[in-house]
């Protein structure tokens, strides 16, 4: 979305639906209104609605259904009419701006993790911790995923939370207010001199934000850079640009075409340099304004994309203020890549594919930028690699004395790709060099969670003796050396 929010633009139907005078008919007959204009059409079903139904109309809530039936009718589904209240709430999902009590949560085996609590957020200030199991919501049971809705709720009210830490059972209550989650955020594997950005939102602020962490990190001694686009739905299109031009010194940025058909390449001037390797990560949700930055970077032959094909969202909407209070968002212009690459629906597809599991695809990433010994440690809330946290996890299943772990966890840590045949029972695991290894659900080293595939690792660690794993009180470690 474009950067200028509110450009002027006067709806002339809606002056003339309350100006024009009404059609009188002495007789009562159907209406013909010779070499009537279309507005005119409308004028006098507005009218004849307002005079003659039976229980009136609201002549506002009339007017505003009007809009939205012709905006629907493009079959767009980025165009959309806006009243105040809900442009407000546009505006504060695109800055990642929400009413609640300021922690993030995953659902998963029959509990609801705390996986971050936000600084300065009312759940820190009572004492909530990463790890907690929140087991009930004003006194209602979690049972699915969609109990995590029942945090929610409206500012300045309390949600009475009861929680699981390490077997002892707690409760609070908690004051929801309104925050903004951050739109990037960083960190240094400084044994590689490997840097991390990941963008969640490109939110008005998120250009600057990005040069702040971009700067702390080549003062840390940064090489190169894993860029974390996944999840994000895009913004500004603006502050995408304003970030390609942290990397792209001269080139094109993308192309538009408008209304007229006619194309026309954004480029970037006076930027700069990175100067060192870059590797993007994405996901389906990677969309618009991430997709933007993506190929950019890509087509340069700035960065590598690793992850899964993205989203598909090639179309650029602006919002226009109108008279009513109200605002318009409609699709303006397409754009395609600098190679002219136009992927509406379908997506960017990704250098190296890595499907699903969003670990993996982290460690795919880390191999793809040269980090070659990876210790990783995690549990269903928390990842650490080199022992600096990361956003994800490391599910496990414990049978008796064995211990299973994702296939495609294990697979992206020996730089291998994984298959599943369901008829026979048999996991493969492909590695670059073309060798293969094989796992067999019949022998018990294949266990399926949740249509995905865990290998035993007692097994594994005898068909890759370069992984060394341990499983204590519930965390999970892993350890490869690849040189």
């Not at 004492?127 to 969609?146: A, E, Q």
């Not at 949700?285 to 933007?292: C, G």
């Not at 080199?386 to 211990?403: A, H, R």
């Not at 060394?468 to 965390?475: A, K, P, T, V």
């Amino acid at each position: 979305m474009l950067k200028s929010w509110y450009k002027s633009a006067v709806i002339t139907l809606l002056l003339l639906a309350l100006c024009l005078p009404k059609a009188v008919y002495a007789d009562g007959s159907a209406i013909e209104a010779a070499e009537a204009s279309d507005l005119e059409v409308l004028q006098e079903v507005l009218q004849l609605l307002n005079d003659n139904n039976l229980e009136g109309i609201q002549r506002e809530e009339f007017i505003e259904n009007a809009i939205r039936g012709m905006v629907y009718t493009l079959d767009d589904p980025y165009s959309d009419y806006y009243t105040e209240e809900e442009l407000q709430e546009f505006e504060n999902d695109l800055n990642q701006e929400y009413v609640g009590i300021g922690v993030l949560l995953r659902y998963v085996q029959g509990k609801l993790y705390v996986t971050e609590v936000l600084d300065g957020s009312p759940a820190k200030a009572a004492g909530v911790r990463k790890g907690d199991v929140i087991t009930s919501v004003d006194g209602y049971p979690v049972t699915s995923v969609d109990d995590i809705y029942l945090i929610q709720g409206e500012e300045n009210t309390k949600a009475s939370i009861t929680i699981n830490r390490g077997g002892s059972k707690l409760s609070f209550q908690i004051a929801r207010s309104h925050f903004a989650l951050p739109a990037v955020s960083s960190r240094m594997i400084s044994a590689g001199d490997i840097g991390y950005i990941a963008i969640s939102s490109f939110s008005d602020q998120a250009d600057e934000e990005f040069a702040v962490h971009l700067s702390k990190l080549r003062k840390l001694g940064m090489k190169s850079l894993v860029l974390d686009l996944r999840d994000n739905l895009g913004g500004y299109v603006e502050s995408a640009q304003n970030i390609a031009k942290h990397f792209i010194k001269d080139g094109v940025l993308m192309y538009i075409e408008s209304q007229n058909g006619i194309l026309e390449a954004i480029k970037i001037s006076e930027g700069s340099s990175l100067n060192m390797p870059v590797v993007i990560l994405t996901n389906e949700w990677t969309a618009s304004a991430s997709e933007i930055l993506t190929a950019a970077l890509r087509d340069n032959g700035i960065a590598k994309v690793v992850g899964t094909q993205t989203y598909g969202k090639a179309r650029i909407q602006n919002i226009y203020s109108l008279s009513n209070g109200g605002s318009l968002k409609m699709t303006i212009m397409k754009y395609l890549t600098p190679k002219r690459e136009d992927f509406n629906y379908i997506g960017l597809e990704p250098d190296v594919e890595v499907n699903l599991n969003q670990t993996a695809q982290l460690i795919t990433a880390m191999h793809q930028i040269g980090l070659t010994n990876m210790e990783i440690s995690g549990n269903p809330w928390e990842l650490n690699i080199n022992n600096i946290s990361f956003s994800g996890y490391l599910d496990v299943i414990q049978d008796g004395s064995k211990v299973y772990a994702s296939s495609r966890v294990l697979a992206a840590l020996v730089q291998g790709q994984v298959s599943w045949t369901a008829n026979t029972g048999v996991l493969t695991i492909t590695e670059g060099s073309g060798k293969k290894q094989q796992f067999k659900r019949d022998a018990g080293s294949v266990k399926i969670l949740n249509d995905e595939t865990f290998i035993e690792l007692g097994v594994f660690k005898k068909s890759y003796p370069n992984v060394d794993w341990s499983y204590q009180q519930g965390l999970l470690k892993l350890k490869v050396k690849t040189k």
